[in-house]
């Protein structure tokens, strides 16, 4: 399914404006990510999108072509996930799958068939007839995307489905979910402020800050070309590396650094992994600490320009706190954006 979202906005009564006028297209069966800091909106428009909350007059929200925003959530055919997954814990799994069947007053031998299609789709053969308690996080998670998947909705629509799991199984998790929604092959929107949630699940993700999308892309365009400081900063942690632009030229305390174009007025960035120990490099830094971590070293540099600057270091070893070392950032590695940008986010 196709959706349209245009100039969506939410005042709630007392003035919050939760949602800027927001437009936004989802191909069918894709799968998109509304990342953002806590406050920003992202629960908002999922629930505008879902009729869960009616959006400030003007608003148009097209499933497939057809106006759905008039209709009240049980006629648009959503399918929802929630971060506490609202299952009946002392329901078998089946049940729990099949409730929402039973509400629709489908014929039983209907529902049988589709909750088995869904149980072998989510391989919870094994755990069908146990009941929820009786299940780890993880299944509990499929248990809850089977039961919103078995009504065969248009859309699937996901809050944060992975926060009531602990750090270790959520990362698992993650690709079991990205391959269980393209299995579906639903259209999907999910929500989550863990950058590297969004990165791993979706298609295209849309960074939100202050009620607005700042940018919208895919995983790899959001990374590399971020359009504004905060999708820099929010996405792969860019760090603003202050100092004076002249030209093409960035002028830092600890040196100068050549830029892949000219950038007048505007503010440099750049990420740990792009700043490099490196002999012939033309800045030059104190070593204020080394954190090994297995595949490299995170080194914190002072010097270079007002605050201390983040290293990935890869190599077999590092410098030792309190040596000084040259540092190099290629000219690509460095992201100019405008320094507005900020301000606006
Ligand atoms: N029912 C409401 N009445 C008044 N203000 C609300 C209501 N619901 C949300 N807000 C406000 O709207 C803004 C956006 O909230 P929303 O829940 O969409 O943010 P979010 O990005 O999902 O944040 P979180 O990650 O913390 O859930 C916030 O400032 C919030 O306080």
Do not use: W
Request: hydrophobic share 45%.
């Amino acid at each position: 399914m196709t959706l349209i979202l245009k100039n969506i906005a939410k005042t709630f009564p007392g003035g919050t404006r939760a949602l800027l006028p927001t437009s936004l297209e989802i191909a069918g069966g894709e799968i998109v990510s509304l990342l953002g800091p806590s406050g920003c909106g992202k629960t908002t428009l999922l629930r505008i999108i879902a009729g869960l909350q009616t959006p400030d007059p003007g608003a148009e929200i097209r499933f497939d072509g057809e106006d759905v925003a008039a209709l009240p959530v049980e006629k648009r055919k959503v399918g929802m996930v929630f971060q506490s997954y609202a299952l009946f814990p002392n329901m078998p799994v089946r049940g729990n799958i099949g409730y929402g069947l039973k509400m629709q007053r489908l014929p039983k031998a209907e529902i049988a068939a589709r909750v088995d299609e869904v149980i072998a789709l989510c391989r919870l053969e094994a755990y069908a007839d146990r009941p929820i308690g009786a299940l780890s996080g993880g299944q509990r998670q499929r248990v809850a995307l089977a039961r919103a998947f078995a009504p065969r909705p248009r859309i699937l629509l996901l809050d944060e489905p992975l926060s009531a799991l602990d750090a270790a199984l959520r990362t698992e998790l993650r690709g079991e979910l990205a391959a269980l929604l393209r299995q579906f092959g639903i259209t999907a929107i999910f929500v989550t402020h863990d950058q590297d949630e969004a990165m791993a699940i979706a298609d295209r993700v849309a960074v939100m800050s202050h009620g607005r999308v700042a940018q919208i892309g895919t995983p790899e365009a959001l990374y590399r070309k971020p359009e504004t400081a905060f999708v820099a900063r929010f996405v792969g942690n860019a760090m603003p590396l202050g100092g004076r632009i002249g030209k093409d030229r960035l002028y830092l305390p600890g040196g100068v650094l050549a830029l892949a174009a000219p950038a007048d007025g505007k503010q440099a960035f750049v990420r740990a992994e792009d700043v490099r120990i490196d002999p012939e490099g033309p800045l030059t830094a104190r070593v204020e600490t080394v954190t090994f971590l297995g595949t490299h070293y995170r080194i914190v540099l002072s010097g270079i320009t007002k605050d201390p600057l983040h290293a990935l270091h890869s190599g077999l070893s590092a410098p030792k706190t309190g040596e000084t070392v040259k540092v190099s950032i290629a000219p690509e590695a460095i992201l100019t954006l405008s320094a507005e940008d900020e301000k606006a986010a």
